[in-house]
Each structure stands twice: as C-alpha cells, then as structure tokens.
C-alpha cells in the first residue's frame, strides 16, 4: 500500500522560540519531526471513537507491527485438543476498510467549500482549504486495497488458530453480500487462505477452485435488512424512527461541539451543522484507516469532542440496527437460525461417523449484517436505551460500536467434538470468538457450552421467529386505516 507522509503544516508551538539561537535549519527539521509526531497522535488519539469507522487494528494494536501474530495467548482456547476437535467453524464477517460512501463525499465537498469563506486566520482552516479532496464519487463505498489487505490477514490468521480445519482439501463455503465491497472482500480472504494453505498444499491442487468453493451470492442472509419490508417501512424510511438521533444532534453536547469547530475553522456556526462536523470527523478516520495518515482533518478534534461524536454513531446504530427497535434483531433470525442448521447437520454427519459435508462457512456481509445479530443473541446490552438526553450517563455503557463491528470485524461460531469419556453428555460443544476474542455468554461468565445447551438457550430465536411473520406487511391491510 503507498503510504504518504504525513501533513506537515503546524508547527508544535513554542518551536520557533526555541529555534531563536541559531541552527536554523536543523532546528526546523527537528520542529518539523514533532509536529509529524503531534499529528500522528491526533489521529491516533481519535481512533478509539471512530465508531462503525475504526480500523481493526485500533482493537488489536499489536497487529500494526505484525498483522500475522496471534496476540496473547487466551486462557480457555482453544479447548483442549487431546480432549476436543473442532468440526466446524462459521463466521459472519464484516467487509474490510472502505472508501466513503457517495453521500459522505459530497457533504465532505460541501464542507471543503465553506472553508473558502473563512472568516479571519485560522491555521487549521488555511490547513484544510489547501488539503486536496482527493475521494471521487465514484470510490463510493468500494473496498480500499487496505480492506484488502485487513481480509487476508484475517485468513492467514484464521487459518493458524485453526490448523485442522482451515487445511488443504478442505471444501470451503463462501457465502456473500452482492455489494461489490463484501465480494471483493471474499476474494481477498480467499487469497490469503491460498496463502495460509499453499505452502501445505500439493502443487496441482494449489489453485483448485473446488476446493476454495464458488461465492454465493445471498442477500436473504447477508442483507435481511433490505428484504423485510416491515424494518424498511417502520424504521429504515421511517424518519420519525431516528428522533433520538435527531434530537442529539442539536442537543446541548452535540451543539458545544459544533460551536467548538465553527471557531476552529474560523466559520459562522449557522454555517455548520453536526452531520457535517461529523463528516469532518469521518474524514479524519478515512485517511487513518484508507491511508495510514493523520489528516489535518484530524487536528480540529479534542477528545471530548470526539466522545461527543462517537455517541451520535451509537445512537445511530443502536436504533436502527439494535436494541432500539425490536424488528432490528428479529429481521437476522434467518441468518442465526441458517447458522444453527449447519451446526445441525454437521453434529448430524459427526454422529453417523460421516465426513462434515460444510467443515467452513465463510459470510461476508456488512455492520448491518452483525449489530442485529449480536443484539438478537443478547450481546452489549445496556440497562437504560441510549438516548439523546442521557449522554452523560452512557460513559462506561457496554454498546460502543468501535469494539463490536469495526471494519474486518467477525463473529466465529466453533463447533466441537469431545471425548465422551471426559464428559459423556457434553459431545458436542461451541465456543464464540468476536474479532478473534473469546466471547462469554450474555447469561454468564462462561466461554464454553454444551451444544444442547446452547440450543435450548436460543429456544425461542430458533422456534418461534419465523422472517415471513416478523417482516411481511400483509396485502390487504397496507391501505386500511385505523383510526
Ligand atoms: C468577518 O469578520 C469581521 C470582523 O469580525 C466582520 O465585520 C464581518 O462582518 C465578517 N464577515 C463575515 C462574512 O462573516
Ligand atoms: C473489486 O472487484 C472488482 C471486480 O472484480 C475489481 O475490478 C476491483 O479491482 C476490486 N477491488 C479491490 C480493492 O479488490
Ligand atoms: C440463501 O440462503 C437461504 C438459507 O440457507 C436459502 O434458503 C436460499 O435458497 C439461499 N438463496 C440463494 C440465492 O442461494
Ligand atoms: C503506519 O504509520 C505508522 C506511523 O507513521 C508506521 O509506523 C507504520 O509502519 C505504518 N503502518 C503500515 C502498515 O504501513
Ligand atoms: C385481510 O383482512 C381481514 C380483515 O380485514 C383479515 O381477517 C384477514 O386475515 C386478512 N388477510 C390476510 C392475508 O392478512
């Protein structure tokens, strides 16, 4: 990946002072070094609040420095393998870091335009009216070569915690999103498990694409959301549905915020508004995560502020893809419930002593894809709603988006088989992984259990939500009104 050098444009205050006893030029150098430095740990110290927008790494900061190693060893993983195997492994995977999307891009323009009725000298906004916006529309959404990049890894990374079942001759499931995002985001992993398998590999069978398997394409998976009509009705073009958004946005927290960058920038605050101070703040985690660069977007940040704004994007997310509205979770009972099928049938094909027909599934979807299905398994589950007027007592709250479903984000479902002689009702177990961490249970402090169990947990999600019910609008009552 090219990497650029970091902008260049403030200088640390106080240089020029020090400076003052001669050794211009050297001075300047070193100057010019720590205002690099400066930068570089503006963007760095913004990155825990990126939102849906932060790069995986901010999560596993070790694989800045080795993107192959495995990070601590975790107690309690994997089980142990004199006693377990694992039989199957099926993950939902977020696609890796993309370009903004088309909307964002052209708020961005905007933005970039007002700066150029500027009003005084501001030294970020001279910074940030030179900087060249260099997104195209047409970059729309599209996976960056890093997303690329983020989903080999991943592979490689996979595939070495899990020796026996990512292996060669192993048939390899690919199930996709259409978004060209997520397919490009399934070749890419395909491509670093032919490298994790290559070296282990027979050379004839090197490129066999029997065994890496063809992408599906499955929406009805890996987009629910778009297909359940009632989700897009009540809440998706709903904009009523967003109102504690809404209301955060000019709230108190978010109206100090937007008055802080107006005069940083050197604009009239009525020129602002939160969505674009926060594509502003998108753009600062953009050139992170595409580029590896503190943009200068990145300086008109504080900490506080950035709190600020990575609340509006858990808002966002927790009433329109969680605990917000219940249809948000429900509508990914098809995808929990076709993961339990393959859980089945492998537990099915292990008890008749036959091979596992799906050993990997591998689903490439969206944020979209994984939050409701996280919340409909019970995951990062505050006691009081995110609101707009309850920012404050949210500080420590479980749902923050930026360590759930960063981009590359995963959730890895293992199946066992065990020793019945250790345990002779327990054959069959599951571990979680989310982003290649154990995961406990939402009931517990437990990181293993019983399939059975599991099972019986889940009950309800397995038995009684049916997609057709929870998302049709029935035909003929689209046109009576009730009043
Ligand atoms: C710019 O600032 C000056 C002095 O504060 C003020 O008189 C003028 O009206 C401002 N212009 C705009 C366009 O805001
Ligand atoms: C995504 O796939 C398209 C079509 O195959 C290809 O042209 C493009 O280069 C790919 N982009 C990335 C980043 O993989
Ligand atoms: C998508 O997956 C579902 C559930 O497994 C299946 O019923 C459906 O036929 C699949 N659709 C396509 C287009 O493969
Ligand atoms: C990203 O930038 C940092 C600091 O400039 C550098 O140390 C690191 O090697 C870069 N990472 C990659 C993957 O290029
Ligand atoms: C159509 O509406 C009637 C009452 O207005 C209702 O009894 C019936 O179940 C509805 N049919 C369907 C298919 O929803």
Redesign the pocket.
């Known amino acids: 990946m090219p990497l650029e050098p970091a902008h260049r444009r403030f200088l640390p205050a106080g240089s020029a002072l020090r400076c003052a006893g001669g050794f211009l030029l050297l001075c300047l150098l070193a100057a010019l070094g720590a205002a690099e430095g400066a930068e570089r740990e503006a963007a760095e110290r913004l990155s825990p609040y990126f939102g849906t927008k932060c790069r995986y790494e901010t999560l596993h900061p070790h694989l800045l420095r080795e993107p192959l190693a495995l990070g601590p060893p975790q107690s309690g993983f994997p089980l142990p393998p004199a006693s377990c195997t694992p039989l199957q492994l099926n993950a939902v995977i977020r696609h890796g870091t993309r370009f903004p999307t088309g909307g964002q891009i052209k708020k961005l323009a905007h933005l970039h335009r007002l700066l150029g ?1 500027r ?2 000298s501001c030294a970020a906004s001279e910074a940030l009216a030179g900087w060249s916006l260099w997104y195209r529309e047409d970059m729309d959404g599209q996976l960056a070569e890093r997303g690329r990049h983020d989903m080999s890894t991943l592979a490689r990374r996979l595939a070495a915690r899990f020796p026996g079942l990512l292996a060669p001759r192993r048939r390899f499931a690919f199930v996709s999103s259409h978004k060209a995002r997520c397919l490009n985001s399934s070749d890419a992993f395909r491509d670093g498990l032919r490298q994790a398998l290559g070296g282990q590999q027979p050379p004839e069978l090197g490129n066999d694409p029997t065994m890496l398997g063809d992408i599906k394409i499955n929406d009805t998976l890996m987009r629910f959301f778009d297909l359940c009509e009632k989700f897009v009705r009540d809440v998706d073009n709903n904009d009523e549905a967003m109102h504690e958004v809404d209301a955060f946005k000019v709230g108190p927290e978010m109206k100090k915020v937007v008055e802080r960058i107006a005069n940083n920038l050197c604009l ?1 605050v009525d020129q602002l508004n939160a969505d674009l101070v926060q594509v502003a703040f998108f753009t600062c985690s953009f050139e992170l995560a595409i580029k590896n660069i503190s943009s200068p977007w990145c300086s008109i940040f504080s900490e506080e502020d950035a709190l600020v704004l990575e609340y509006l994007n858990d808002l966002k997310q927790y009433w329109k893809r969680a605990y917000g509205y219940e249809i948000n979770s429900r509508a990914s009972c098809i995808l929990f419930q076709d993961i339990f099928r393959n859980l089945d049938q492998a537990v099915l094909e292990s008890k008749n002593s036959k091979p596992i027909s799906s050993p990997v599934i591998l689903q490439f979807g969206h944020a979209e894809t994984l939050q409701p299905l996280l919340a409909l398994m019970g995951y990062f589950k505050d006691k009081e709603p995110l609101k707009a007027n309850n920012y404050h007592r949210h500080m420590n709250r479980k749902f923050r988006s930026g360590r759930i479903v960063p981009y590359a984000s995963n959730l890895v479902f293992v199946l066992y088989h065990c020793d019945q002689v250790q345990s002779p009702k327990e054959e069959y177990k599951v571990q979680l992984l989310l982003n290649e961490k154990l995961l406990e249970f939402p009931w517990s402090k437990k990181t293993v259990i019983s399939y059975a169990n599991l099972k019986n947990r889940y009950k309800d999600v397995l038995q009684k939500c049916h997609f057709a019910e929870v998302c049709n609008i029935p035909q003929n009552t689209t046109n009576t009104v009730v009043l």
């Open positions: 009725q009003n005084g009239p």
